[in-house]
């Protein structure tokens, strides 16, 4: 799962959007196999909170960007993106 989420992020870098998406399916797919592991194993599951609270961190972080984004320059286009620009 994680290498399909890294294929989409690499193939797929034009919008914001898609990127922010496929970084989403990668934390996921990265959450799931850590839960997983913390049940096979029988440890807490406390790390997995805290991996899934600071997903949910980066998440609004990436989404806020983006619309920040989108009201200055009008798009969510990478290309069109200069950020060396004062």
């Known amino acids: 799962m994680m290498f399909v989420g890294t294929w989409i992020y690499i193939s797929k870098r ?9 970084l989403e399916y990668i934390v996921l797919s990265i959450f799931l196999m850590l ?5 096979t194993t029988g440890l ?10 600071a997903s949910v961190c980066e998440g609004s972080l990436g989404v806020g ?3 920040g984004m989108v009201r200055s320059h009008g798009s969510d286009y990478i290309s069109g993106l200069n950020t060396l620009k004062c």
Not at 14 to 22: A, Q, V
Not at 44 to 53: G, K
Request: glycine share 0%; charged share 5%.
């Open 14 to 22: 034009k919008h914001l959007m898609n990127m922010l998406i496929s």
């Open 44 to 53: 807490e599951t406390y790390m997995s909170l805290i991996f899934l609270v």
């Open 35 to 39: 839960v997983l592991t913390s049940v």
């Open 65 to 67: 960007l983006m619309v």
